[in-house]
């Protein structure tokens, strides 16, 4: 049984796009269409694809974003560059017409992606650049876990829409509140036996839910992904205590509370670094 990930390489593109539709899949969640004609071509194979996403200085409004050169990609000169990571949820390509979504989790001012999004209207400019590269679907698993919080509800997403039917899909979701419950579409919905946690009703319900789970058979993988801490223990169970290999967990803080643009290739606990 080999639930190695095959991966793919895509050409770095940067892409200039403008907003071309907004909407609220959930109260916390803003789902920007980007559209324009860099966008042709656009690849993204793996369900945890990410795109670096480029944001206006909310001081001065300037975007600021690398340049493709005949030598390859160049820093841009001058300017505050602002980037974050986020998932290529959707896209779409018909009659010479492209459109990507991104769902972005809206929690506030203090982040520039999060106060960006939370007001973005159509005919707002961005820069995004990626996937460099896919990994692909464990194509041996019968059975794939997924713990998430809203960060990685669109990587959820295409993950359920990715596999093939014929493979179990257990979802564990730590979100705000009930709200958040109405993300998924019906199909995705039967698509999957999915719990949802609120984390207002206090931490450690997710640990207790994987372990709920039992054991975890070696044609089953797991994807966990969200905030970095809140992960430590999850991964350090299914690592650690079941001895589950590193090719069966995927683990991905995608943010880290109290950090800015917190480094998703740092380990998630720095005190047990990936072997
Ligand atoms: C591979 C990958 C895919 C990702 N996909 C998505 C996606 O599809 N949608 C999405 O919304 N996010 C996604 N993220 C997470 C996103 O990149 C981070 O949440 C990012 O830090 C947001 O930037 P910001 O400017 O809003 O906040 P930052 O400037 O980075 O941080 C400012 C403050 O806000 C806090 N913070 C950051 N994110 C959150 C949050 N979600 N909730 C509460 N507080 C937060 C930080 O801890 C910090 O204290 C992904 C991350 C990775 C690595």
Do not use: C
């Not at 999850?234 to 001895?243: F, H, V, W």
Request: proline residues 7%; aromatic residues 6%; glycine residues 8%.
């Amino acid at each position: 049984m080999t639930l190695e990930r095959d991966s793919a390489k895509h050409p770095l593109v940067i892409r200039h796009v403008t907003v071309s539709a907004v909407s609220r899949p959930t109260p916390n969640i803003a789902r920007i269409t980007l559209s324009g004609d860099e966008l042709q071509g656009f690849i993204s194979s793996g369900p945890t694809d990410h795109v670096k996403v480029f944001f206006p200085d909310p001081s001065t409004g300037e975007l600021t974003a690398p340049v493709m050169t005949e030598s390859g990609i160049s820093k841009a000169k001058g300017g505050v560059v602002i980037s974050r990571d986020y998932t290529p949820l959707g896209f779409r390509s018909a009659d010479g017409q492209h459109e990507l979504d991104i769902d972005f989790v809206v929690h506030g001012d203090e982040g520039p992606a999060s106060a960006w999004a939370g007001s973005a209207s159509i005919g707002d400019p961005l820069v995004i650049a990626g996937p460099r590269g896919s990994k692909l679907l464990p194509s041996e698993a019968t059975h794939v876990v997924l713990v998430a919080d809203e960060t990685a509800l669109p990587a959820s997403s295409r993950w359920i829409d990715m596999l093939p039917t014929s493979v179990h899909i257990t979802a564990l979701f730590d979100v705000a509140d009930p709200s958040v419950e109405s993300y998924f579409s019906d199909d995705q919905k039967l698509r999957m036996s999915a719990e949802w946690f609120y984390r207002r009703d206090g931490l450690g319900q997710l640990e207790a839910a994987l372990r709920a789970l039992g054991e975890i058979g070696e044609s089953t993988f797991v994807f966990l992904a969200g905030e970095a801490t809140t992960l430590v223990p999850l991964r350090r169970y299914l690592r650690r205590e079941l001895g589950l290999p590193k090719k069966q967990v995927a683990a991905d803080g995608y943010w880290r509370r109290g950090i800015t643009n917190a480094d998703h290739h740092e380990p998630i606990d720095p005190t047990d670094p990936e072997d």
